[in-house]
Each structure stands twice: as structure tokens, then as C-alpha cells.
């Protein structure tokens, strides 16, 4: 989807932001090695998972266990 239409601009030194992020992540891999990149997955894996699981709970019990709405 071409940055115009989601209402921003998305564009950095006249490339879309999808290459930017590969080269970024072309110039980490270089950088930081090719071994580090499964720990990066699981890390990246386990939030995620995390995050989903927190989502699930708010939508079956948005207030809590008390029953009191959050602070």
C-alpha cells in the first residue's frame, strides 16, 4: 500500500519504508552476525506471546479479578 493513501508520509531518503527496514536489518545481521538472530526470534516470540495472552484476558475480564474498573 503506497504510503499516500494511509494518510502519511512514509517515505525516508526517497525509498519506501519497507526497503529501508531490509536494509536495516541486512546491516544488524552483518553487524551483530547471523547467530544472533534465533534469540532475537524467541525473545521477539515469547512478547508476542505474551502480549496475545494479555489481550485475550482484557477482552474476557476487562476489569480485573476485583471487579473494580483499572486505575
Keep these: 500500500m503506497p ?5 502519511y508520509d512514509a517515505r525516508m531518503f526517497g525509498l ?3 526497503v529501508v527496514l531490509l536494509v536495516v536489518l541486512a546491516v544488524v545481521l552483518v553487524w551483530r552476525g ?3 538472530l534465533p534469540k ?3 525473545t521477539l516470540g515469547r ?3 505474551a502480549a496475545r495472552k494479555e489481550a485475550e484476558d482484557l ?4 476489569h480485573g ?3 473494580a474498573p483499572p486505575a
Design 40 to 42: 532475537w526470534g524467541a
Design 3 to 7: 504510503a499516500a493513501r494511509l494518510g
Design 34 to 36: 547471523p547467530k544472533m
Design 47 to 49: 512478547g508476542v506471546k
Design 59 to 62: 477482552r474476557k475480564d476487562p
Design 16 to 18: 519506501d519504508t519497507v
Design 65 to 67: 479479578e476485583d471487579g
